[in-house]
């Protein structure tokens, strides 16, 4: 099969890989019908992690299940499912405490930006789709496995809610569907960070009544400007820097609720002003598992349509096109296209 | 009247200070029956800050009414009450949602180690008592000034409750009484972290069912073996340095929560190791007035008796030996009578 490797940083190829098979009972091969590329498939790309080169990349799929192991049960093949970045079981304590993605026997993947994926723990990890899905409805179910689940689990970290004003870190994928998913459960004001026009239209496509474009303590002030000097009740933080994580935390009120997904690379919280910001901490990798079953209802009935986050489609041959878009923010998010 | 003031680091003396007025038409002048030392006072002591001497020291206090000015409708000359360290409106929005030490008009107190105290916001901040406490519940309504309340934040900050395995991270009065907050919360197992066989036997007296002796990566290591690998669901945090915070951080469970409110002095979080550890963290300087009145009734139909980590009592005039006793661990918490 044909998929997308990482040989060094700026240095994507698509090459032939071995077909996956089942190599557990529980496993499932599903034939991925679109993938896409993450911002944090960036972090590599530009050399701010330095993994065991080379790597298959990809963590976002839907697909038509292939073949089932023995030992799956709520699966069969033709099924047409969506997962996300995390493999698990489900069951576990982590998983039905609403963590699968920190669940006991939580695995990666082996990139998915691929003809072909092995997916294990297939019946914890997979969520069926209801009928056939259109191609809007395809794009939404894609940006489901990742982005619009990492957005969501953020809004719910920032305790987003009725009465309250939302801000939200970052532009990208990640922090427009935030806005989304702070609109969906009910967020009164929704404050963007941008200073895209591009993205500015498309946050406030999904909900955004504040564009601020200044950034820092320059930004923090107009959010606070904004709410009464108090600060915003809920942040979305969907950057990963010193400098985004600093102006989340600074953006919220005393008491307020502070929900953050960017992968935090080379960041330090100082511990007496978070100390003295009063505010509720909460992220990591989102256990977009808990919320995949709403997010798929909620797409099959044309509620949401999140896949207007991708601004590219490529042919997955193109690949290395699409970082390339993505790293020079041509695109905020890249579909690829099998 | 008399009143302790601390000139240096170690050089705490008892002089006569200028009896305090009505400044502002919301004050009330509260005569002073019961004060202590706080661990908090201990960082200036030991030179780990560096204030602008001398200082009054004090902000824990029980007493009854001596004057209120124009504007106090609550209370009136006579009552007994008490308060918490922070003078707060409790009307305005933050203090409604509960986070009245970062009251918009939050206002630190002159040293409540003296016979008189001026108390701004005096119908926000002080909480009246309901008929004449007895020695064992003034000693009770002291310990929920500060310490108490603090402990009790920390455990509902860390989600302590029915079901759940917590640990606390310190034996000083504040993490001890995080122990009773967590029983009387309902948890289910509460792990005290301490090596002193006096303090062990306290954390027993407030619920603690399991000691962990070690600290660090090996006190982790214990936590996990308790909860079959995942960690407690609930830490609270009350000594306020990195390792303390990594401790808790560590010993929580993906999805858990860590209430801290050791006052974080020289801490830096990792932030990528936050990140993956999917903890909740919330904390700081504790909102006791949130908590104050539901304190108060529980001693006063002494269904708690959290004035027992006083092990010490002098008279005001030997400050001095109490903030030595409680630097050198001769004693967890001083009181000081009048």
Same mark, same amino acid.
């Given at each position: 099969m044909r998929g997308v490797i990482m040989h060094g940083p700026g240095d994507v190829r698509v090459e032939d890989r071995t077909d996956p098979v089942i190599q557990e /009972?529980? %496993?499932?091969?599903?034939?991925?019908?679109?993938?896409?590329?993450?911002?944090?498939?960036?972090? /590599?790309?530009?050399?701010?992690? %330095? /993994? &065991?080169?080379?790597?298959?990349?990809?963590? @976002?799929?839907?697909?038509? !299940?292939?073949?089932?192991?023995?030992?799956?049960? #709520? +699966?069969? =093949?033709?099924?047409?499912?969506?997962g996300s970045f995390f493999a698990s079981d489900n069951t576990c304590e982590i998983c039905r405490a609403g963590y &699968?993605?920190?669940?006991?026997? *939580?695995?990666?993947?082996d990139g998915t930006q691929a003809e072909? *994926?092995?997916? =294990?723990?297939?019946?914890?990890?997979? !969520?069926? !789709?209801?009928? $056939? =899905?259109?191609?809007? $409805?395809?794009r939404g179910l894609l940006?489901?496995?990742?982005? +619009?689940?990492?957005?969501?689990?953020?809004a719910v970290a920032a305790e987003a809610g009725p009465g309250k004003t939302v801000a939200v870190v970052g532009d990208g994928a990640v922090g427009l569907l935030g806005v989304l998913a702070a609109r969906e459960?009910?967020?009164?004001?929704?404050?963007?960070?941008?200073?895209?026009?591009?993205? $500015?239209?498309? *946050?406030?496509?999904?909900?955004? #009544?504040?564009?601020?474009e200044e950034r820092g303590d320059a930004g923090v002030a107009e959010v606070k400007e904004l709410t009464?000097? +108090?600060? *915003?009740?809920?942040?979305? @933080?969907? !950057?990963? #820097? &010193?400098?985004?994580?600093? &102006?989340?935390i600074r953006s919220t009120r005393a008491?307020?609720?502070?929900g953050y997904v960017g992968v935090s690379h080379d960041v330090e919280l100082p511990g007496l002003e978070l100390f003295f910001s009063g505010v509720h901490l909460h992220g990591g990798p989102a256990p977009v598992r808990r919320f995949l079953p709403d997010l798929v209802e909620l797409i099959m009935? %044309?509620?949401?349509? /999140?896949?207007?986050?991708?601004?590219?489609?490529?042919?997955i041959e193109q690949a290395a096109e699409g970082y390339r878009a993505m790293d020079e923010r041509r695109a905020t998010k890249v579909l690829l296209t099998f």
């Open positions: /009972p529980t %496993d499932a091969i599903i034939r991925v019908t679109a993938a896409c590329i993450c911002g944090s498939d960036l972090w /590599p790309y530009r050399g701010a992690e %330095d /993994p &065991q080169w080379p790597i298959p990349m990809g963590h @976002e799929y839907v697909g038509v !299940v292939e073949e089932i192991g023995a030992d799956v049960s #709520t +699966l069969k =093949p033709g099924d047409f499912v969506v &699968q993605s920190r669940c006991v026997h *939580a695995t990666g993947l072909y *994926a092995r997916i =294990p723990f297939a019946d914890g990890t997979l !969520v069926t !789709v209801p009928g $056939q =899905p259109d191609e809007r $409805q395809v940006a489901a496995s990742d982005v +619009l689940g990492t957005g969501w689990f953020a459960l009910g967020a009164e004001r929704i404050i963007a960070f941008s200073r895209h026009a591009d993205r $500015q239209a498309l *946050a406030r496509s999904f909900g955004a #009544t504040h564009i601020v009464g000097g +108090l600060g *915003a009740h809920s942040v979305v @933080e969907a !950057v990963g #820097t &010193q400098e985004s994580m600093m &102006q989340a008491g307020g609720h502070v009935h %044309d509620r949401i349509d /999140p896949g207007t986050v991708f601004d590219l489609s490529l042919p």
